[in-house]
């Protein structure tokens, strides 16, 4: 049943802060914890479901670039307040409406970024190079 469930493990320890998925181990570093793997789902996410956006569109693209950050609250909980994504589309400047109409329809249908939605305003730019 597990199988169906999407998972990792973490591990807090005197040997070490990790979390583990599929048996390959992520190290928190300085600088590198659970927001900035939280930002990298969000890229990553946010990515395919435009990908997704842009053959329905029949948009063809050399590249995607995205950047996530945010902005936690100070009161406890301490959950984001505003998260922004700036995108970067290799593409035909001649597509960029096609591709912005895409952009709008991933910010509807990327389970990370609506999932962040929740608790955060959310912010996405996009410019087409």
Do not use: N
């Amino acid at each position: 049943m597990m199988e169906a469930y999407r998972q990792a493990y973490a591990h807090f320890g005197a040997d070490g802060r990790y979390f583990t998925k599929d048996g390959r181990r992520f190290d928190y570093q300085d600088g590198m914890g659970p927001y900035e793997y939280l930002m990298g789902a969000l890229c990553g996410c946010f990515c395919s479901t435009l990908e997704d956006e842009l053959a329905l569109a029949g948009v063809a693209v050399q590249a995607i670039d995205a950047h996530a950050y945010g902005k936690k609250r100070e009161s406890v909980p301490t959950t984001l307040e505003d998260t922004w994504i700036e995108l970067r589309i290799h593409a035909s400047r001649s597509d960029e409406e096609r591709i912005m109409d895409a952009v709008g329809q991933a910010c509807r249908h990327c389970s990370m970024y609506q999932t962040i939605a929740c608790v955060s305003r959310m912010h996405v730019s996009c410019e087409v190079i």
